[in-house]
């Protein structure tokens, strides 16, 4: 089941009101092209996707961000009891790494995966939910610029 697609959220969330859409804040240290790039895919997004709860989105001038546990990753998604809004935090710096616009934006969707996993409770395993999210990272990235008429190397 694609869980960008499904809408099991409906019957779940159907008696609770949340804001929806999209929020991104960013730190004033991220180069502004990122922030634009952010702003036109989110845009794409939202006419593409539903988002029922709001997800708020922070992109972090950084290589890496850290997890609770204490380890490194590209990427985070967090969702809270129904009180708080699940959160994605994004490292978007370049670097050693070298990302280009195509890799921030395709972890950003893998962790966007995650909020629609969340969203509809999906019960999968770890390694079967990263899986997905790893899908439908190129997938994503891949219509945007079909979408968009660029050209793209995912």
């Keep these: ?22 929020v991104i804040l960013s730190e004033d240290t991220v180069p502004q092209n990122i922030r634009d790039e952010f702003s036109q895919f989110n845009k794409w997004l939202i006419n593409h996707f539903d988002f029922p709860i709001q997800i708020k989105t922070t992109l972090i001038n950084s290589k890496m961000v850290q997890m609770n546990n204490g380890a490194w990753t590209y990427g985070i998604f967090k969702y809270y009891s129904s009180n708080r809004y699940p959160v994605i935090k994004m490292p978007v710096a370049s670097g050693e790494i070298n990302w280009d616009i195509e890799d921030i934006l395709g972890s950003y969707v893998h962790e966007l ?16 939910s990263e899986r997905q999210a790893n899908y439908h990272r190129y997938r994503k990235i891949r219509n945007y610029y079909k979408d968009i008429g660029r050209d793209t190397i995912v």
């Design 1 to 22: 089941m694609n869980p960008w697609e499904c809408k099991k959220w409906r019957k779940i969330y159907a008696s609770k009101k949340f804001r929806h859409g999209i």
């Design 113 to 128: 995966t995650h909020y629609f996993q969340w969203l509809n409770q999906y019960e999968q395993t770890d390694q079967e």
